[in-house]
């Protein structure tokens, strides 16, 4: 097994904890700013992490881009 998994498993757990504290700290002036910036933060992690994983052949960009498709269809967005 790929180092890169584990770490991608470990950056969403990252993603998924900036994106409450956001929620959380939302009408706090002074915690919103730094809860955003993490945000930004464990979001372009993980996108590094897809990136990686299609460089080892886990992922393939095209299959991605079409899934991206599928979902925002399904939001309507």
């Known amino acids: 097994m790929s180092i890169a998994l584990i770490i991608t498993m470990e950056e969403c757990g990252e993603l998924i904890q900036a994106c409450s504290k956001v929620i959380r700290h939302k009408n706090d002036l002074v915690k919103f700013p730094k809860w ?7 979001a372009g992690d993980v996108l590094a992490m897809i990136d990686i994983l299609i460089e080892e052949g886990y992922l393939k960009k095209e299959d991605l881009e079409q899934r991206k498709i599928v979902k925002r269809e399904k939001l309507e967005l």
């Open 36 to 42: 955003m910036e993490s945000l930004t933060e464990e």
